[in-house]
């Protein structure tokens, strides 16, 4: 990412076409930025009431935000630091990552819960 590049932010159904004017890290102004920086970037015709933590600033046409996704997953038991509980069809958790976090909801094709230590 440097000073001058079309850009698109994209994240919560929303997609901006902008143009970075500066990019800056720890209060410190950058020539460029890679991915994964932590970074600031100054950017042309986006307010900042429109931006949310967690949407994500790419060159254009090439991230597009779902909001569906299928994952092999393992649930951890308790004494590995997981659930003592299943988990149930239909059933709501909270999902972080380093720089977002969302609601999601499990669905299991073909079972009714998926215990601590299984594979789904």
């Not at 932010?9 to 990019?23: A, D, L």
């Not at 931006?51 to 951890?76: F, Q, W």
């Amino acid at each position: 990412l440097k000073k001058g590049t079309d850009c698109e932010i994209t994240g919560y159904g929303k997609t901006f076409k902008t143009t970075v004017t500066g990019v800056e890290m720890y209060h410190k102004t950058l020539t460029e930025a890679q991915a994964g920086d932590q970074l600031g970037a100054l950017v042309r015709g986006v307010k900042r009431e429109e931006i949310k933590r967690g949407m994500v600033i790419s060159k254009p046409g090439t991230i597009k935000a779902h909001d569906n996704i299928e994952a092999a997953i393992y649930i951890l038991t308790k004494d590995e630091g997981g659930r003592a509980k299943p988990i149930g069809n239909y059933m709501q958790f909270h999902m972080y990552s380093l720089t977002w976090d969302c609601p999601v909801q499990i669905i299991v094709p073909d079972k009714d819960m998926i215990m601590p230590g299984e594979d789904a």
